[in-house]
């Protein structure tokens, strides 16, 4: 296994002078664009790894299956399902979707960014600074890493730079979807955006949504076996951005990407998988990233299809 | 003449009683639906009016015209068609129009909320207060009349459910189209929404317009007469939402309706013309003030087509 | 005048090499891109004429106009304005034009190429062989040139290529806008853009458009004052495709054009203008054209605005 | 599992009086709403069934898969993938989905009209006729049924009312994606659409799918493992129409339904299920049926994700 994933770094990390990296804040632009790591959890409790799967990086998008995680956790099935959607929209994931001035749930979905918004008011807590905090701990508690935390000089940059989302957050207020301050809420998603990790960290959290909430060691329930089949269900559909028809076929089981570089995959029964890459595709996926886990797919027979 | 306006306010009195006043603030929702007033100033000094032409309302989207106007007296018109098109867009005043991910001013007109926030950056001031004092000097100018006021209840109550104009300044941010703080933009567009007007305010603005920008009874230049003729064309293409080709059809001459119900209608080289009833039709067009000036456009043959 | 129109020949003709002609067809591609031709018709009696005001052309969307006309007079306002609207789409010309699957009237208006399919069924006839005859003659009749025909060549070629054409009919069809047989309707629709024209035809037509229906000279009523009102607005809204809103802003009066070069313009009580040059924006109206009717309006102050 | 199915078809019954069945042709109107079958075909050979499973009704969109797997088997994957897309479009089955005037591969999917048209030009055939006929074969044999045909008056209805369908061919036809005579391949596509099948016949197909190609009892193989996970992906993302990521999350595996009433569903490595109910839901989901598979997949764990 060892062996396999060193082949497929060497085999893929010429696709990492493919794509570009995301430019948008100085922070994202500043990552050399020829790293690639992996990291594969398996059920068994075996791990491997193997390339740049020491190097950090913000979650981005990759945080969107956790908000809707803790959303489920807090809020339940009932008021996520209500709230937020779970078509694909058939647009970029930072796109206005709306039809004849209406805007509802069923527009949107948890991986895109209208949709990851909107459920940061489902999670509880007395302030939005508590709500992240409460979003972070279950991040570290799931990555198994304590010293988990928000790269701040990302933090500030995509606040100040992000506004398309505080326009999605204000048409989110105006059709009354949501109702508290959209700084205060963004302020929370800006900074789940920016927690660092490495693909070590993405595999462990994959690797408990791949065992349906219980932890593949040490057999603790963390969450539902029902909110992990609703995540990775979700992830199947809509988690690779407008590649995710594509990535169904090509590869084939759950995953979510983020403008970050990073991909995180779960494999149903079997194990979590993170990778890192930071040039991406016109969609925003990791090129490389999706080529080895394409590799990995194909050698171990993973597609759930 | 009077008789004329007589005739018609009764003959479309029974008009009040179709659509519904705007309820989107409380202020706009307890007015009296049943008003009619309407107002002409002719291009020889004579004036005529019938009905509810005392009654004041606030201008709402009929302000677009000045905003327009002064962003073209302040920075000339090829900063003002460089930032804003022309073209109907075939859809709301307040739609969410672009697309590809590409906002330009090639989607959006000065006479929808997006293309109307925009040009307020191009109105001069060392402030946004001090950019809309200058706005209400040019309407209390242009109206012949030094009481023109905020209707501060009303700037309140549009301040705080704008959140729908909040979206559409970010996504304007997010595209590079302006870059001043969003709220202080906002706050001057509220406030030239809310400024407080009756039938006579408008039709004598109206009346400069039609007059090409020289003041009939005195003679006097308030403005070049390409910049009316720019305003006039695009009232003419864009003044009645998505009820404009509509009213080109049956009424016949540039005009911008609010959703407060009022009219103002230019018809070039003859008269200015301020109609006010606060029904309106699906398009938010004042379903009375059109239907007297379809009457009046038929009675006096003053379609322009 | 005759000076004047001579002048702006040679002062528009550089404008002849930007824009590209049309290409779809073959025919139209083959016509020598510099060619520049004005002719005006005044109702006083007189014409002038300069350039290439001999050279023939297909009329092309020159022809909505005309297909609106007849429509009107042999199925009257009502029907025809409740099969097809009037606002305009901000979309172009062939776009398929509908919302949440429904396609209606509203999405539509007759100078797209939807609207003019759709309101050929309200042309009256035996056939559409029948139909076509009765628009050619009223053309002709307009025109006052007995000899116009069809290019067939072009007509062929716009028959063999007409895909989109089709797509929209079908989709009319699927819609319960239109009952007759798809190609009937195409064929009359495809043989009336392929009218074969000059300038001065199109500027004889116009100004009947100009005088309300009488014909200038003969002072013999043509057809109801309204309905030139009803074809002049809408050449005043939606005559320039995409860009109409830019037209009414720097020429200022009802015009319509087509893609094989010409426009036909409407000046009210004044005077009818036809152009050709066959260069075309990416709107696909006259580069040329344009700008010599731009220069002719601001020379002689026809804006209507 | 026999007692099982009984158990489901008995508590899902009353689902058979929501929803509404198809009535755009008289042939699907006039089935009666509550019916419900199930069939399951188990890659162990063994067959379960209950309720309503002898009824037959027409493919309708249930054949896509099967226009999608000639079209692999006989032009192979990289021309099926140049044609037509993989992602979800966001839109009804039988929208038009282009943007900015140009329609691409990217814009459908083989689960939506225009995609499956599309594909149908690639299935190889000196003629149509023939195309169609090496499509009934393949239907015949993976479903293990020589006695399989055309409804021949539901082909009729379709034929004469899919204007729909025609509207999208010629847009096809418009942007050089197929270049067939649009009437031929349309009568391949109505025909295929009204291939008249019941539960066991659904079960049968979905069952190879389901082990990859290979006949599980008598292990040959009938197409290659990449088609079947091709088709697989493909269903688990887009084949429930709008309701894919609503189906993933509640029911968990590939599947696709018809406007007819069926529903083919495949459990990768396991089964394949062929459910009947004819009321649909707005997407034009079988309501009974889904909420039938639904259970069935809780109590037997079926879910992929």
């Known amino acids: 296994m060892k062996t396999l994933l060193e082949r497929i770094i060497a085999d893929c990390k010429h696709y990492t002078s493919q794509g570009h990296v995301a430019t948008y804040i100085p922070e994202l632009a500043n990552v050399s664009p020829d790293k690639l790591g992996i990291y594969v959890s398996m059920n068994n409790g075996n791990e491997y790894s193997a390339g740049d799967c020491e ?28 709230l937020v959607g779970v078509e694909a929209t058939g647009k970029p994931f930072d796109a206005f979707n709306y039809s004849d001035q209406a805007l509802t749930g069923a527009h949107i979905n948890p991986m895109i960014n209208t949709g ?70 963004l302020d929370c998603y800006f900074k789940a955006c920016s927690i660092s990790v490495n693909c070590k960290d993405l595999a462990n959290i994959a690797h408990i949504f791949a065992n349906h909430g219980i932890h593949p060691i040490t057999g603790e329930r963390q969450f539902p076996a029902e909110y992990a089949k609703y995540v990775n269900a979700t992830l199947a559909t809509c988690g690779m951005y407008d590649g995710s028809g594509e990535f169904a076929l090509t590869v084939g089981f759950p995953a979510k990407s983020g403008v970050g570089g990073g991909i995180m995959a779960v494999i149903p029964h079997k194990m979590g998988i993170g990778v890192f890459a930071p040039a991406l595709d016109k969609h925003g996926n990791s090129v490389a990233g999706v080529q080895a886990l394409a590799m990995l797919s194909h050698e171990l027979e993973l597609s759930i299809y």
Request: some cysteine.
């Open 116 to 185: 990851a918004i909107a459920l940061c008011t489902l999670i509880h807590g007395t302030s939005y600074h508590d709500r992240f905090s409460r979003l972070m701990e279950l991040t570290r508690k799931l990555a198994d890493n304590q010293n988990l935390d928000v790269d701040y000089s990302v933090y500030q940059s995509e606040k100040m730079t992000g506004n398309k989302n505080r326009a999605l957050a204000y048409m989110l207020t105006a059709y009354g979807m949501i109702t508290d301050p959209v700084e205060e809420i």
């Open 55 to 82: 190097s950090s990086f913000t979650m981005q998008s990759v945080v969107k299956p956790l908000i809707l995680l803790l959303a489920l956790m807090d809020s339940g099935i009932d008021a996520v399902r209500d």
